[in-house]
């Protein structure tokens, strides 16, 4: 049971570049989310998604879109990528356990840096 | 949406108590309050959840008054390791989990 994993944990892109940030859960939970923390700063939410087909806009979507085909998948990808974006990007997920009782598992995170 | 307010920091030694109380003036009644805690260069990972009164697990305590409208994380005899970031997050029912910005605890020797 190997719980949220990230893919890539290092990445350095040049502006314009683009990218898809890797993330797959293996406990079957419903709720996935993707969180950008920058340096010593809380973690913002980018997008969610409560089920495969689903997904919604957090705090900060701009430049990022993200697809959840199936329950283990939540990708997250980057265009256009500009200096803003450099961070540590956290996916996470969580199962349903009544309205409010949400427990988050993380993954390990990915440290995308742009130049 | 319930916004969290807390510390942004604070300081202990090895040895003491340390309390961290958040903030939550509109909690929803179907909300639960739970507290992750993170060190650096990893994902933040769950302490505690309760929804009222108080909970109590191996690694912490946590006090939430009748009126819900704020909590307190309680680390009992805490040790150098526990130097970490700790938040607060009230369970949305729309499960959009958006996280405050946490306090720095440092334990000092």
């Known amino acids: 049971n190997a719980g949220v994993t990230q893919t890539p944990k290092f990445r350095i892109l040049k502006i314009g570049q683009s990218m898809t940030l890797q993330c797959t859960q293996d406990m079957n939970h419903n709720y996935m989310y993707w969180y950008r923390q920058d340096p010593g700063m809380g973690l913002k939410l980018i997008y969610y998604s409560v089920g495969a087909g689903i997904t919604d806009k957090g705090e900060v979507p701009n430049g990022y879109n993200v697809s959840r085909s199936t329950t283990e998948d939540f990708p997250l990808r980057l265009e256009l990528a500009a200096p803003s974006q450099t961070s540590v990007y956290f996916c996470?997920?969580?199962?349903?356990?009544?309205?409010?009782?949400?427990?988050?598992?993380f993954g390990a995170g990915s440290r995308l840096t742009v130049l | 949406l319930a916004k969290t307010t807390q510390p942004i920091s604070m300081d202990s030694y090895e040895g003491q108590e340390v309390n961290i109380t958040c903030s939550h003036n509109?909690?929803?009644?179907?909300?639960?309050i739970t507290w992750y805690q993170q060190f650096p260069s990893q994902g933040p990972r769950f302490i505690i959840q309760?929804?009222?009164t108080k909970v109590t697990n191996e690694v912490a305590s946590l006090f939430i008054p009748a009126d819900r409208k704020s909590s307190t994380l309680s680390l009992p005899r805490v040790s150098l390791s526990d130097t970490a970031v700790y938040y607060c997050l009230v369970g949305g029912s729309d499960y959009k989990l958006s996280f405050g910005a946490g306090t720095t605890v440092t334990v000092r020797a």
């Open positions: 509109n909690i929803a009644t179907n909300d639960y």
């Open positions: 996470a997920s969580s199962q349903n356990q009544g309205a409010g009782a949400n427990v988050l598992t």
């Open positions: 309760g929804y009222k």
